[in-house]
DNA sequence: ATACAAGTTCAAGTGAACTTGAAGTCAAGG
DNA sequence: CCTTGACTTCAAGTTCACTTGAACTTGTAT
């Protein structure tokens, strides 16, 4: 009945781990206040910053492209429906857009690969958006070739 | 016009760079026989099992995974298209699951993100297939927690 | 007052999928 | 024969998103 949380209590509503939790902090995609103590304490506001942090992973961007979403949120008050909304709403088409490349190779598996006209660096379908442009070093980005 | 590739020769031909290469071979997705001075030798096919590893990757597939299936291929003939295909056929219902993992985030976007409901621990939207369940040590898989 | 769970920081480790660098060998043209 | 570019191995580095461990401090229940 508090009105401020602890970590083990935002990990456990949360489902993510408190080292996580720690390691987004470190990130800047939440804050905490502190206790007397130095402990971490949660408004629990946090809750819902955190859930549009794990749908946004599950769409599929990374934890940098999350942070840049979130500072958009109004930094003097506390966000509403509509601050979240808007910012979701930009992901209806990063969605589409992953929709419509698996379509893609759902419809051409069998042609592309069953028949033998497979051909790499001419099947557009095996490569979308040009997989040659490398993004630097490092693990290429498993799936789609992020910008 | 030789029957053998180089790696160069296979790497500009199928977009994967030299280095990834002998990655996979020293992880046996593919194979190559070698010249009298110790260098690798491709014959034409390896361009299509290669074609096979970027599009499984697209889809969402890790290497090992990848290997596995390539391990299912006749070891002593060369594949045929139906090979192949039968190889892809499983990769559809993985497409259809993750295709309609998206459109239930899209169709939650507003709901769940815009409302005020917002829960992580019961809402099925941010919570499918029961995040809480860990993989053990090391990046939880990206997006849908794998097996 | 004390025990003990739960919190803290900081450095280092993890796994996937590669890349990079060093130091050397091979192959083809002139 | 010599040069030059392409190849070789091997060890170590890179990114992302965390986790783990050590050593220590807080907070709460008895």
Redesign the pocket.
Same mark, same amino acid.
């Given at each position: 009945m508090e009105d401020l949380l602890?970590?083990?209590?935002v990990?456990r509503r949360s489902g993510?781990?408190? @080292?996580?939790l720690?390691?987004?902090e470190e990130r800047g995609l939440i804050r905490?206040e502190?206790?007397?103590?130095?402990?971490?304490r949660y408004p629990r506001e946090v809750l819902r910053r955190i859930a549009f942090?794990v749908f946004a992973?599950r769409i599929g961007? @990374?934890?940098?492209e999350i942070g840049a979403e979130l500072a958009k949120l109004p930094p003097n008050r506390a966000p509403t429906g509509r601050d979240w909304s808007r910012l979701s709403k930009t992901w209806t088409s990063r969605i589409d857009e992953r929709v419509a490349e698996l379509e893609r190779l759902r419809a051409g598996l069998t042609q592309c690969i069953g028949c033998g006209c497979l051909s790499l660096d001419r099947c557009s379908l095996a490569n979308p958006g040009d997989r040659a442009a490398?993004l630097?070093?490092?693990?290429?980005y498993?799936i789609a070739d992020r910008p």
């Open positions: 602890v970590i083990g209590d990990a993510v781990a408190a @080292s996580a720690r390691f987004y905490s502190r206790s007397d103590g130095k402990q971490r942090i992973q961007l @990374s934890l940098e490398r630097g070093p490092g693990p290429r498993w």
